[in-house]
């Protein structure tokens, strides 16, 4: 190695995740790598060396240094990961607020042709370069909360030209912005209404056309449903999904979000690598998940902004060997947060997770839900130099106080890119 062209030290905690190559499940979810007094050496946007401070200036002695960064007895935790997120859409739904307050269900909003359908008007209104800059705009609140990477899926067109121009956005956002974005096909998120009296042929549609429209422009690497009662049934989501494996898609499921239909079950059938939502989820189809190994990814703000008395049973999946992993959902409906740390804290108030568990759930488990955990996810030799340093000193500090943004500094690949709390010039 000729130089280190990134030096962080005097980290107070340096929490790293590493030590695992599956998904972390049960106790293992508590049992995370904690160095007082760390360092990390950056070569080439990867990490060259990590451990406690002086083994690390013993292995990189002789090899001149770029920049070093004071890190200030700070805490330092790998780059969230947001596994699932709808970050591309048009417009937003304020208006909502007095109907959730006069305590309108959300299916019943969705029923009556506002909630999703609203924002499907609005996205197919917008010009590609207006969703761009709203994107991106949320992409960048994102970064600012520490976020590194995310998942983010279409599903606000419904037809096959909007569906690609969402999807064409999050890949150019991919390759401006300094967060990493994974694309999720989703364009069965509701039956667009001019389809209502002809389910089968919107079912059709997605499989015949949008699939492998999607598939051959390379777009996206998952494929979703909304399965829910009233939206997609158990069988139409099964046909779509296996399809979606056929034409070597990942696939993914909005699970039991509101009813427990069976989503959860299917999800362990065909091998989901994760089921989203899971609120309403019984224990036989956690049982079937963990069967699979599929990934329960819960979204506690969601159930928070929804209003909702119930919450997805992280502990009961913790216990039976479900691997968890917690992300936004940020969307313009059931959750309009850019914000991992909010979600941290209703984990651990609503959900029960210890801020251990947390962290796991939001790093190495949320790297493994978008199948990017060779390269994120934890910080170890080799893996991208994705970091966060915080205004705070340990790790329960973050969900303990919340509702303000505790982050410092950002490094995406090598990179600082957020410092004092804000993003670095050029990258705006
Ligand atoms: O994950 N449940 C389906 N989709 C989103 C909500 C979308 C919307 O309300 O616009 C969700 O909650
Ligand atoms: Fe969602």
Redesign the pocket.
């Known amino acids: 190695m000729k130089q280190i062209d990134l030096f962080v030290h005097n980290i107070g905690s340096l929490i790293t995740m590493r030590g695992s190559l599956k998904p972390k499940v049960g106790k293992e979810m508590s049992e995370i790598e904690m160095i007082a007094g760390g360092a990390i050496a950056v070569h080439q946007g990867r990490i060259a060396a990590i451990g406690p401070e002086e083994e690390v200036r013993a292995q990189i002695k002789g090899i001149p240094v770029l920049h070093e960064l004071n890190a200030k007895g700070r805490l330092v935790t790998p780059g969230l990961i947001d596994p ?1 997120t ?1 970050l591309v859409h048009g417009g937003s ?1 304020e208006h909502e607020l007095e109907w959730k307050r006069q305590g309108v269900p ?1 299916l019943e909003i969705l029923a009556k042709g506002g ?2 359908h609203y ?1 499907v008007e609005q996205t197919r209104l917008a010009s590609e370069e207006a969703l761009y800059q709203k994107a991106k705009n949320s992409l960048d609140w994102m970064l600012k909360h520490g976020t590194t990477t995310i998942e983010a899926k279409s ?2 067109g419904l037809d096959t030209q909007t569906e690609l121009k969402q999807l064409r956005v999050a890949k150019q956002l991919d390759q401006t912005h300094p967060v990493d974005i994974v694309s999720t096909f989703l364009g069965a ?1 509701a039956v667009p209404k001019e389809y209502v009296m002809n389910r089968k042929g919107y079912v059709d549609l997605v499989i015949r056309e949008m699939l492998p429209e999607v598939k051959r422009l390379g777009l996206a690497n998952y494929c979703d449903v ?1 399965c ?1 009662e009233g939206v997609f049934s158990v069988e139409e989501s099964r046909q779509i999904l296996q399809q979606a494996m056929e034409l070597g898609f990942g696939i993914k499921i ?1 699970a039991d ?1 509101v009813e427990p239909l069976g989503g959860a079950e299917l999800a362990g059938e065909l091998g989901c690598i994760s089921a ?2 899971l609120l309403a989820s019984t224990e036989n189809g956690l049982r079937k998940m963990r069967e699979s190994g599929t990934i329960a990814v819960c ?1 506690p703000a ?1 159930s928070f902004s929804l209003g909702l008395k119930r919450h997805a049973q992280a502990r009961m999946m913790i216990d039976l060997g479900v691997p968890v992993a917690l992300a936004t ?1 940020y ?5 309009p947060t850019e914000s991992l740390q909010i979600v941290m804290t209703l984990a651990s108030v609503n959900l029960s997770m210890s801020p251990e568990e947390v962290l796991t759930a939001m790093t190495i488990n949320a790297a493994h839900a978008i199948g990017r955990a060779d390269s994120i996810g934890s910080l170890e030799i080799g893996k991208w130099a994705d970091f966060v340093l915080y205004q705070a000193t340990n790790l329960a500090y973050l969900p303990y106080h919340f509702g303000i943004n505790h982050v410092d500094t950002v490094v995406k690949k090598g990179k600082i890119v957020v410092e004092n709390g804000q993003i670095w010039e050029k990258y705006h």
Do not use: A
Request: a negative charge.
């Open positions: 699932h709808h739904r959300y909630g999703i924002t599903g606000y998120h909304f829910e909005h979000e989203e939502h979204l969601t959902d969307n313009p409906g059931s959750s």
